[in-house]
């Protein structure tokens, strides 16, 4: 149990396009998700949190109009980088939030590698 | 000082041994603990998951906590290349904004040398 997919797995696209990521939670409701950026050998960062119905929380010094995310339903929460340039490529990676408030565990999906042309 | 410390390493250890991974955390109300394992160009996935002081066993990894110093813990037994990854410590407090929202130490890289 506690799958979490995401698509497409790797992407390239030309600079000022806008890339949409998707993330689902295939066999468990999720109320939260969690989007983070990885560049090569450098830590996760968080970059937001996607709630259910309700505007995604952004972590400081994201830009909430070039990372536009939405949560329509309890397994689907989407990332879309708008006008991507080189500089926005890199490893991304969605999170579902699995259980109650006392246990709190996170499931990642395989991540998206994105390149910008 | 960072929310949640690890020792970046990297950390070598030879096959058979026991490989043991430290992560320190500031906040005294975090009640939920987790170790990741991420292998190279992948995402995490959850090794371990601990809530009470003491000890945790799964198979030959043993997660060690220790509220009183803030500190968290992961061995692993019989090592082998195939552990070879890095490992994140995440630390998740019911009194966040967002309950549930962890957070990540920097992880620590082990090579395990056949």
């Known amino acids: 149990g506690a799958v979490v997919s995401q698509h497409p797995s790797r992407v390239i696209c030309k600079s000022g396009t806008s890339v949409k990521i998707e993330c689902r939670s295939l066999?468990?409701?999720?109320?939260?998700m969690f989007w983070y950026r990885q560049f090569p050998k450098q830590s996760l960062m968080l970059m937001a949190t996607?709630?259910?119905?309700?505007?995604?929380?952004?972590e400081q010094g994201v830009e909430k109009d070039k990372f536009l995310i939405n949560h329509a339903s309890l397994t689907l929460s989407t990332l879309t980088v708008t006008s991507a340039h080189p500089e926005d490529s890199s490893f991304y990676i969605c999170?579902?939030?699995?259980?109650?408030?006392?246990?709190?565990?996170?499931?990642f999906g395989p991540g998206t590698r994105l390149t910008v042309l | 000082q960072k929310e949640v410390e690890q020792n970046s390493g990297p950390l070598s250890v030879p096959e058979g041994a026991i490989a043991s991974l430290n992560c320190t955390y500031s906040?005294?109300?975090?009640?939920?603990f987790f170790w990741y394992r991420q292998y190279s160009g992948k995402s995490p996935e959850l090794i371990m998951s601990?809530?009470?002081?003491g000890d945790k066993e799964d198979g030959r990894f043993t997660a060690q906590l220790n509220k009183a110093s803030q500190y968290v813990s992961l061995l692993i037994r019989d090592s082998q290349p195939s552990d070879s990854a890095t490992y994140l410590c995440?630390?998740?407090?019911?009194?966040?904004?967002?309950?549930?929202?962890?957070?990540f130490g920097d992880g620590t890289t082990l090579t395990v040398k056949p």
């Open positions: 601990i809530y009470s002081n």
């Open positions: 996607s709630n259910e119905g309700s505007k995604a929380t952004y």
């Open positions: 995440a630390v998740a407090s019911s009194a966040n904004t967002n309950a549930g929202k962890s957070t």
């Open positions: 906040d005294r109300g975090s009640q939920s």
């Open positions: 066999d468990f409701q999720a109320t939260t």
């Open positions: 999170s579902a939030e699995l259980g109650t408030a006392r246990t709190d565990t996170q499931y």
